[in-house]
């Protein structure tokens, strides 16, 4: 699942939510769901 970063405060996403310039996504996920996608994605911030 995936957050996004806005004014310091995680929010999921929902229809009619625009990104900006200063927004972050970020991953959410369990520890051992997170570790899966990790070893199955390239994700070069993450290593």
């Given at each position: 699942?995936?957050?996004?970063m806005r004014d310091?405060?995680?929010?999921?996403?929902?229809?009619?939510?625009?990104?900006?310039?200063?927004?972050?996504?970020?991953?959410?996920?369990?520890?051992?769901?997170?570790?899966?996608?990790?070893?199955?994605?390239?994700?070069?911030?993450?290593?």
């Open positions: 699942m995936v957050g996004v310091g405060q995680i929010r999921l996403p929902r229809p009619g939510l625009r990104l900006t310039r200063d927004d972050e996504l970020m991953l959410l996920a369990r520890p051992d769901a997170y570790r899966a996608l990790e070893a199955l994605l390239s994700l070069p911030e993450l290593r």
